[in-house]
């Protein structure tokens, strides 16, 4: 049960998305984009989040398309994470999504409210980064398409009232050897002690961890630390964990000591599997 | 063994609940709503331990839709089922985090909760109790002052003064001392089994009102609706004809909704707004946290062998976490003391099993009642010996196991009738987990395979006056209704019921209607939903029941076919002359009395009733623990197989056995869908859950969220379940109990086979694979 009032709307275009967001706002209160909706209710109902209005964006066509345009693959932002898999458009993302939650939520998040989310995981995320995904973004009447590395810092960088409307992908990235670890407490649906994806091109390895630091985060750093065959594989590992952007998290999912321990074994999952041997 | 004569009995009959169920049209309580209707909510601690030094509810009040508000200094008063020590509301100062402080009515649930959010609690924090052991120590912060001054609900209970022990309950069986000096082989190791949740499906949910009449009418998702009565009636001062109870279908209890909590909550609810209906209904953090949850255990246990591994001394030391209040853990320290040993021989035993009263949320029953906990240290305990011996730890199992003529640690002496045969169970569950292919096995790089096992036991530790009633009546068309006062909290007991007056009747399932709604004003009493009871308990009054509707049946039809009511049968229907069944009567021509063509009328209608109390149960004796607590001991084998990756500690659950001798079986279907689920529920708790606490003793993860548990399709890839049958005269067509057994022995082989997989002792759970990983780093270190 959510105790305050609110408000919900669900426009049905863009320009009325934006309108509603900056009228709101210009009275003073607060107004919230959704698309899934389930962060929002379950952080409601105990009041970790606070909206006067809440506005929906599933009825915006341009948020739900999932298709193949010329070159591209193009996600709307409220596809829901099991018509991404199920559509198997691109496998790799298909793949890292189905391991977020259980089947029956996945039927409401969104990969738009998952790279949104308040959370520290935002698994979907990862492939993303690896395969240089554009965005395509809404301010006022000022749509634009830029890469994902650009907004993406720990999480994503939108200014109020920026509303999130596709992701875009480059279908030559789709046939890419890949691969998508996830390590979890005990049950296969629970957050990450460790979510790794990774992808090689080019004979090169793109990695991009979730669960480790409190954000997401790919690094040009540690790819060429794996990179680097002189090296002998562990120590090529050992050398990661000695370059990670913060520290790792300690937390109910797993202290930081284990989740080292397990990093360092998906790790060499992941060199063996994408066959990066010596 | 199933009586192949039987129709009914002995039939995977479906779940006559299982349409209403699976179409989703079954209404449950939280599912009412209605023009008028109020709603409470709670304001609840944030604190662990703390004085309450004010309540202020001025800005509460001011909130729409607010019509009252309760506090503690309303209504300071204790209550409790075995030991009076619980306030309903928390007053003068709070013991656990989620403690009821004070009550909000108001129009709408939204605005109850919203005005909850504005009361402001000073609180000045008390030290903290945060776990057993400092629990017991000397000069540990009280978290009762007085404990030894409550009033005793059940005799069998032993608060000390000036202590946290809640109760202490002790077994002094022959002399352990000596035995123990003079044991060849010993061992001794301690465990730890964390506090966790019943996680039911549907949160506890409850409406009262108080009607102009006076009358209470409580509507609640219980297992205990007569308890209900009596808690209104004791602590309230209710007439208790003045108190009806209503319980319809309930999402799932496991124990959790035995406890009398919210519906004195809602009672004072109702009354300060005038006897309006109120409904009060948990969110899942409420009935996580505020609601009870199930006991931490902590244990020692020694044992003493010979060198053929014979067992001659046996000490249990065991401390339950009852957490803020003695609710049910009271009762679980008993039942964990009576069983202490676990099935097996022991002359002579030593046990001492203490309530501790820590800052936690408090526990109360959680299906098992004790025996998980204990079985894990028992069941561990034997593999270790059995290491120690160079003994197959199935043979050190074989070689002890109780039978008849045996005595129990209270000294019951053991029959044919009240315990089952552990010796086939064990040999069946050998088989069934091909034990002689090997404990373990490599199976490929960085994976072993490793098979489990424990045996387990349990009574079921009833009052001594624990009853149970049923009434049947019959339809113009010759089907019967069969009313009686057993809760449907989704184990199948309806079924159950159904099946054991359909096969008295010699009819159809079909033809017998099971009233699934309980209400006390026309139900027969029955002592309470719990404790695997009600086959044996309401069975045997169903029995009875139709029996008594028989010889009714009898007599009216000797009547009509001018015979004696001896030389005729009931079934199909009909009642029939033995030597010649086609000459008879259709039960429909007589059900509701018998009519001649001459418009003349005899006998009337049919009405049956039964009704069964338990015999010769004593409490025990307050030194040794004499005494006979329960009627019959079902006894079980379980055991696990799981693949462990040597290198990360991840582990499968490939393969899951449960072997039980619950007397006959009334339905294989039902009754292997309550071993799997049973034993999956174990799992999840040996694998996953637990209540964490910070250092002010907050639960760190009291929602769904940070709560971790096994989820559907997470089960034992291969799920075996077989049954011995070895008939308890006395039971409902030779039934005993089976409702808990399912989860007793899976944390104990669980935490078996992975102790060999990981070659390191496995003490403590859950089992996840950084306590592994834990464990050998430790261990190797
Ligand atoms: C059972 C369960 C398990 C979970 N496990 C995982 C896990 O393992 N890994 C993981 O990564 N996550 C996990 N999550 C978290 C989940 O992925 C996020 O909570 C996600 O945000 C929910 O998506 P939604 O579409 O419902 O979000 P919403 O509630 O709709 O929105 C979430 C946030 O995103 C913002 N937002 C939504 N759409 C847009 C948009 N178009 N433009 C700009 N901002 C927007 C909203 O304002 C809000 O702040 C789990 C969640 C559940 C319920």
New binding site residues.
């Given amino acids: 049960m959510i105790s305050f009032d609110f408000m919900y709307f669900q426009p049905s275009s863009i320009t009325e998305t934006i309108d509603m967001y900056n009228g709101v706002h210009e009275q003073g209160e607060k107004a919230?984009?959704?698309?899934?909706?389930?962060?929002?209710?379950?952080?409601a109902r105990t009041n970790k989040?606070y909206a006067d209005v809440i506005i929906?964006?599933k009825g915006i066509p341009e948020?739900n398309v999932l298709e193949m345009r010329n070159d591209d693959v193009v996600i709307g932002?409220?596809v829901?994470?099991n018509k991404i898999t199920n559509s198997n458009l691109f496998p790799f993302l298909g793949a890292t999504v189905k391991?977020?939650?259980?089947h029956t939520?996945r039927n409401?998040?969104?990969?738009?409210?998952?790279?949104?989310?308040?959370?520290i995981?935002?698994?979907?995320v990862l492939p993303l980064l690896l395969v240089d995904a554009r965005v395509k973004?809404v301010k006022g009447t000022d749509v634009r398409v830029v890469s994902l590395k650009s907004l993406f810092d720990r999480k994503?960088k939108?200014s109020p009232g920026?509303?999130?409307?596709q992701i875009i992908i480059d279908s030559s990235y789709i046939e890419l050897p890949y691969i998508s670890l996830?390590r979890?407490k005990f049950s296969k649906?629970?957050?990450?002690v460790v979510?790794v994806a990774a992808i090689l091109k080019e004979n090169q390895l793109r990695v991009a961890f979730?669960?480790v630091c409190d954000y997401?985060f790919r690094s040009d750093e540690i790819e060429a630390i794996l990179n680097d065959s002189t090296i002998p594989i562990v120590d090529r590992i050992d050398k990661v964990l000695g370059n990670l952007p913060s520290s790792i998290v300690d937390d109910l999912q797993g202290s930081r000591e284990y989740r080292s321990f397990v990093l360092k074994n998906v790790l060499l999952d992941v060199m063996e599997e994408m066959e990066m041997g010596e | 063994m199933a009586n192949k004569s039987w129709s009914t009995v002995g039939k995977p009959e479906q779940r006559i609940d299982a349409v209403e169920k699976s179409t989703g049209k079954v209404r449950y309580i939280g599912d009412y709503s209605a023009p008028g209707l109020m709603h409470a909510k709670l304001v609840k601690s944030t604190q662990a331990h703390a004085k309450i030094i004010s309540i202020d509810t001025t800005e509460a009040w001011k909130m729409p839709g607010v019509r009252a508000i309760i506090t503690g200094k309303m209504f300071p008063f204790h209550i409790g089922p075995i030991l009076a020590d619980r306030p309903p509301l928390a007053f003068e100062k709070v013991r656990y985090y989620g403690e009821p402080v004070a009550i909000i009515v108001a129009d709408h649930e939204h605005q109850a909760k919203h005005a909850t959010e504005k009361v402001k609690v000073v609180y000045e924090p008390l030290p903290i109790v945060n776990s057993v052991q400092q629990a017991f120590l000397k000069d540990a912060p009280l978290v009762h002052d007085n404990a030894e001054q409550y009033t005793k609900i059940i005799s069998d209970v032993y608060p000390k003064a000036s202590t946290n022990i809640g109760s202490h309950i002790k077994i002094r069986k022959g002399d352990f001392d000596t035995a123990w000096a003079n044991s060849e082989e010993t061992i001794t190791a301690t465990y730890s089994f964390n506090l966790s949740d019943h996680v039911a499906m549907e949160t506890r949910s409850t409406r009262v009102e108080i009607n102009p009449a006076g009358k209470v009418i409580v509507h609640s998702c219980s297992q205990s609706p007569f308890t209900i009565k009596k808690v209104l009636n004791q602590f309230f001062n209710v007439e208790v004809g003045d108190i009806l109870v209503h319980i319809p279908m309930v999402g799932g209890a496991f124990g959790g909704k035995g406890t009398v909590q919210l519906e004195p909550l809602a009672y004072l609810a109702s009354k300060a707004v005038g006897g309006k209906v109120v409904k009060l209904e948990f969110d899942r953090e409420e009935d996580m946290t505020t609601a009870p949850c199930r006991i931490g255990f902590d244990a020692t246990v020694q044992l003493g062998v010979t060198k053929e591994g014979k067992l001659v001394a046996g000490k249990y030391t065991y401390l339950l976490d009852s957490g803020a209040y003695s609710d049910q853990a009271a009762g679980i320290t008993r039942a964990a003391a009576l069983d202490c040993t676990g099935p097996y021989n022991i002359p002579n035993v030593w046990c001492d099993s203490y309530c501790m009263y820590t800052n936690h949320p408090f526990a109360t029953s959680f299906r098992g009642y004790g025996h998980p906990e204990l079985t894990f240290a028992v069941e561990r305990t034997m593999d270790q010996l059995a290491e120690k011996l160079q003994m197959d730890p199935l043979q050190l199992r074989m070689i002890n196991g109780i039978k008849p003529g045996h005595t129990t640690p209270t000294q019951t002496v053991l029959t044919a009738n009240n315990i089952g045969d552990l010796e086939k169970c064990i040999h069946r569950a050998k088989e069934l987990i091909k034990w002689d292919e090997g404990q373990k096995v490599q199976s490929g790089k960085n994976k072993v395979r490793t098979k489990g096992i424990s045996t387990f036991w349990k009574t079921s530790t009833t009052a001594t006056n624990a009853q149970a009633g049923a009434i049947i009546i019959f339809e113009a068309d010759g089907s019967v209704n069969l009313n009686c006062a057993a809760i449907e909290l989704g184990q199948g007991t309806k079924t159950i019921l159904g099946q054991i007056l359909a096969e008295k009747l010699g009819m159809d399932m079909n033809k017998v209607h099971v009233t699934m709604e309980v209400n006390t004003q026309y139900d027969p009493h029955q002592w309470r939903t719990v404790a695997s009871s009600s086959t044996f308990l309401a069975g045997k009054a169903v029995v009875f029941a139709a029996d008594h509707a028989i010889a009714q049946l009898k007599k009216t039809a000797a009547v009509v076919l001018q015979c004696s009511p001896d030389d005729l049968e009931v079934g199909g229907g009909r009642v029939y002359l033995k030597p010649d069944p086609t000459f008879g009567v259709d039960i429909k021509d007589i059900s509701l009395g018998y009519t001649y063509p001459s418009g003349h009328s005899i006998e009337g209608q049919i009405v049956g009733i039964g009704k069964h109390i338990q015999r010769h149960l004593t409490p025990m004796d307050q030194q040794t623990g004499f005494g006979k607590p329960g009627p019959w001991w079902s006894v079980g084998v379980q055991a696990i197989e799981i693949e462990l990756d040597t290198r990360d500690f991840t582990y499968s659950i490939l393969k899951g056995v449960t072997v039980l001798d619950g007397g006959t079986i009334i339905n294989p279907m039902t009754a292997t869908q309550q071993m799997r689920g049973g034993m999956y529920m174990g799992l999840s708790y040996a694998t996953s859950e637990k209540f964490v606490f910070d250092e002010q003793g907050i639960v760190q993860n009291s929602d769904?969220?940070g709560y971790p548990m096994l989820r559907y399709g997470e089960q034992p890839t291969e799920y075996l379940v077989d049954f011995i049958e070895s008939p308890a005269i006395d039971g409902p067509f030779g039934a005993r109990g089976i409702g808990e057994y399912g989860v007793i022995g899976a944390p104990a082989c669980l935490a078996n086979s992975l102790s060999i997989a990981a070659d390191v002792e496995l003490n403590e759970l859950p089992l996840t694979p950084e306590s592994i990983w834990q464990k050998k780093k430790e261990g190797t270190k």
């Fill in positions: 919230m984009y959704i698309s899934g909706g389930t962060e929002f209710i379950t952080f989040v929906d964006s948020c932002a409220a829901s994470l391991q977020i939650a259980d939520s409401k998040i969104t990969i738009g409210g998952n790279i949104n989310s308040e959370l995981y935002k698994e979907s973004v994503m939108l920026e509303l999130l409307l996830k979890t649906v629970g957050y990450p979510s979730s669960g997401p | 769904l969220r």
